[in-house]
């Protein structure tokens, strides 16, 4: 089994780090280059920077902050939001990421994936996919979860991977914020189908959710916000705590 990875995640608005419940209610969680420095040297295997309102503010990735955050960091870096083209991710890779994340930009034209995949690589294209639980199946929407597409989620992770999508970013909007858990049932659904790593998001709470994430939902790296933010639990315990339960993890310098 290849090492689980343990990614937290830097929401930004007006370049600050928030966090909401069900990307709603959002407060400050910190500056981000220097909660992005603190991942690093805590040990974080990767981390994701999203600019949450960039699609919907109909603006490009706050570039010069993914520059500076990744001065500080020596870990790799995905950053998403407001990216809608390849010259858009060729500036944010040159901006020093590793990957982008592609949401709506994709769902919007879905050739997008494979022009990027062209172009830069499959391992540098992730598509971020946050899917909604509506009359017993998943729903993807898209803007910073405000616009429901009427796409199935499902059918959909199927596509972007044929497209060429490397990764998945998938998103539990029921669950987002609520440390209540990972929602196991997605998580199991596109691990039957799926080839590509899937990183589980939206409510980790717990050491438990995250092992569960990964025994039961079969996630390749689980993504975390709060708890790392409000330092409810430190990366190193939770790996620790992985250790335990004899799921592989990278070591922390």
């Known amino acids: 089994m290849l090492a689980k990875r343990?990614?937290?995640?830097?929401?930004?608005?007006?370049g600050r780090t928030v966090k909401g419940v069900n990307f709603e209610g959002l407060r400050d969680a910190g500056d981000p280059v220097e909660l992005a420095r603190r991942y690093s040297n805590e040990g974080a295997d990767e981390l994701v920077f999203l600019d949450i309102t960039a699609t919907k503010e109909k603006r490009k990735t706050l570039v010069d902050l993914v520059s500076k955050i990744a001065?500080?960091?020596?870990?790799?870096?995905?950053?998403?939001?407001?990216?809608g083209s390849t010259d858009q991710i060729a500036e944010i890779l040159h901006a020093g990421a590793d990957k982008v994340s592609l949401n709506s930009a994709i769902v919007r034209n879905p050739n997008?994936?494979?022009?990027?995949?062209a172009q830069f690589g499959?391992?540098?294209?992730?598509?971020?996919?946050?899917?909604?639980?509506?009359?017993?199946?998943?729903?993807?929407?898209?803007?910073?979860?405000s616009k429901n597409t009427g796409k199935d989620a499902l059918e959909w992770i199927q596509e972007v991977e044929e497209r060429g999508a490397g990764e998945i970013l998938?998103?539990?909007m029921d669950q987002d914020g609520t440390k209540?858990?990972?929602?196991?049932?997605?998580?199991?659904?596109?691990?039957?189908?799926?080839?590509?790593?899937?990183?589980?998001?939206?409510?980790a709470g717990s050491k438990k959710h995250c092992i569960d994430a990964i025994q039961k939902g079969n996630a390749d790296a689980v993504l975390a916000a709060s708890i790392f933010h409000f330092q409810e639990i430190a990366i190193s315990d939770l790996?620790?705590?992985?250790?335990?339960?004899?799921i592989p993890v990278r070591k922390t310098n």
């Open 170 to 172: 998938l998103t539990s």
């Open 71 to 83: 001065l500080e960091i020596d870990i790799p870096f995905t950053v998403g939001g407001g990216i």
């Open 239 to 246: 790996k620790q705590e992985l250790e335990t339960a004899e």
């Open 180 to 203: 209540e858990g990972f929602d196991l049932e997605l998580l199991q659904k596109v691990n039957e189908f799926t080839t590509i790593p899937i990183i589980a998001s939206g409510g």
């Open 112 to 117: 997008l994936i494979n022009e990027a995949a």
């Open 6 to 14: 343990i990614i937290p995640c830097l929401d930004i608005k007006d």
């Open 122 to 145: 499959s391992q540098c294209i992730v598509a971020a996919v946050d899917a909604k639980r509506i009359d017993n199946q998943w729903v993807v929407f898209i803007s910073g979860g």
